[in-house]
């Protein structure tokens, strides 16, 4: 019996994770998965309930789970308080508590979807890279930071953009491997043409290739031509490895290839053994929860991840891919996507994909 924790969320968080929800029943009941799962608030839930978006017992029964699914947090709800009490937080501090260094973003462009993108179906068709985003160091996490006063009446933001070699190795390791698993080619992405933060990233990434991973295929690029390569020629790249900022915008980008930001799921992995977080990569999306509007497959292929990196059963993992890639080749779209034939909504959509775990 495996452990799985979810933690709805805001916004369409609980709407989509609801949907998660029903597929891990119908694979616990038909498909021999033996799962038991437990609910706790995250982000401004928490806030409303307990006063802080993370509380001590909820880490820890993150820490005792085996995987945690969880939908998203945050709003305009919570948006005028303090950092150290906003709901986003609460995610940092999950992340950072479980050592969860290693972010996997995949930009997977499926073959129903390919025309539901904004770019030429010719430049997507077939995409499939994935991102491995730092994701407990650089500037989400470096001190100094603040706001302060200036002696000349203004005000002063400021944040630290660090890494440690240490930081460095542990998350390109990851991505080495990871490459490995694939076409061998590895694009590591930096601004070591401005920071020092990013040349220390390219010189560590550089020497690890050489020493450990001669294999590999390493090249660099600098983050802001690859924000243009991304929509110039997606296909170009297999695996990019990145720091925590650029990994969390030029993922956002690579969404619209795949179609929509509803599609993409993540992995956050720390050191093997220990408890995983799987997240769809959008947010709480304010302006549809409720509605029954959000899309929920990139929470539910967020499950899929779970299922292949932390539960060790890949054949489940594939199964849900597929019943996923079928609801969308016989016409189910949710309101964001284009084209189909059925336009429906969260709950049915993942009817739909409950419906074709069977096939
Ligand atoms: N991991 C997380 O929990 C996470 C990630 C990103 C943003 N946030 C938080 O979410 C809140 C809203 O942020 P935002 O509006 O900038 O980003 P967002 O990702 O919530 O939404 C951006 C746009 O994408 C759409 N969208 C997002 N997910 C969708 C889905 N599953 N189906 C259909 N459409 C979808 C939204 O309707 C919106 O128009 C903020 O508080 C932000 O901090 C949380
Ligand atoms: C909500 C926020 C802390 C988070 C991030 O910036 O990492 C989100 O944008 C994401 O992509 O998971
Ligand atoms: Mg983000």
Not at 156 to 173: L, M
Not at 204 to 233: F, I, K, W
Not at 327 to 332: F, Q, R, S, T, V
Not at 337 to 345: A, C, E, I, Q
Request: aromatic content about 6%; some cysteine.
């Amino acid at each position: 019996m495996s452990r799985m924790l979810l933690l709805p969320g805001d916004g369409i968080g609980p709407e989509v994770l609801a949907q998660a929800e029903r597929v891990i029943e119908a694979l616990n009941r038909d498909f021999g998965l033996d799962v038991e799962v437990q609910s706790a608030l995250l982000g401004g839930a928490s806030i409303d309930t307990y006063g802080t978006p993370l509380t001590a017992e909820t880490l820890a029964q993150a820490k005792a789970s085996d995987v945690i699914l969880m939908g998203s947090v945050g709003g305009p709800k919570w948006s005028d308080t303090p950092f150290d009490r906003r709901p986003e937080q609460g995610l940092l501090d999950l992340r950072k508590g479980l050592s969860l260094f290693a972010n996997l973003r995949p930009a997977k462009c499926f073959a129903a979807l390919t025309d539901s993108s904004t770019l030429k179906p010719e430049v997507v068709a077939g995409l499939d890279l994935v991102f491995v985003r730092e994701l407990i160091g650089g500037v989400y996490f470096g001190e100094p930071r603040g706001i302060e006063a200036l002696a000349d009446g203004g005000r002063r933001g400021f944040n630290t953009q660090s890494y440690t070699d240490e930081e460095v190795r542990r998350v390109a390791r990851t991505a080495f491997e990871l490459a490995r698993t694939r076409s061998s080619r590895l694009c590591s992405v930096d601004k070591s043409n401005v920071m020092e933060a990013g040349l220390l990233w390219r010189e560590e990434v550089t020497m690890l290739g050489a020493s450990d991973y001669p294999d590999v295929d390493l090249s660099h690029m600098y983050a802001d031509n690859c924000a243009m390569q991304l929509v110039r020629e997606p296909r170009q790249f297999d695996v990019i490895l990145t720091d925590n900022l650029f990994g969390d915008l030029l993922s956002d980008a690579a969404a619209m290839l795949t179609g929509s930001l509803g599609m993409l799921p993540s992995a956050a992995l720390g050191e093997s053994g220990k408890s995983s977080l799987y997240e769809p990569i959008h947010g709480s999306a304010p302006d549809i929860a409720g509605k029954d509007l959000a899309n929920p497959c990139a929470t539910i292929l967020s499950l899929a991840m779970a299922l292949r990196h932390g539960l060790e059963r890949p054949d489940l993992a594939e199964r849900v891919e597929s019943a996923v890639a079928r609801a969308l080749d016989e016409g189910y779209r949710t309101a964001e996507l284009t084209g189909g034939s059925h336009r429906v909504g969260t709950a049915a959509m993942g009817q739909a994909i409950i419906a074709r775990l069977h096939a």
